[in-house]
């Protein structure tokens, strides 16, 4: 139900226009492969559609991990 209410959150706040943040343990994590995820994320939801990756572009990153 927590993970439901969750997601029910994420999607309110994208409909608004506003995007999500991730938890500061996440964001601050030295981690080369949570900071891939993490910028993988925040291009996809890039306003400008032009500016998202495409499907083949998110694959090759996560190729690399």
Do not use: M
């Not at 995007?19 to 993490?38: C, G, K, N, Y």
């Not at 910028?39 to 690399?64: F, G, Y």
């Amino acid at each position: 139900a927590e993970r439901a209410h969750s997601e029910a959150t994420v999607e309110a706040s994208i409909s608004r226009g506003s995007l999500p943040s991730f938890p500061e343990e996440i964001s601050q994590s030295s981690d080369h492969h949570i900071s891939v995820l993490l910028e993988v994320c925040k291009r996809c939801w890039e306003r400008d559609v032009k500016q998202r990756p495409t499907i083949e572009d998110v694959l090759i990153t996560l190729n690399t991990l």
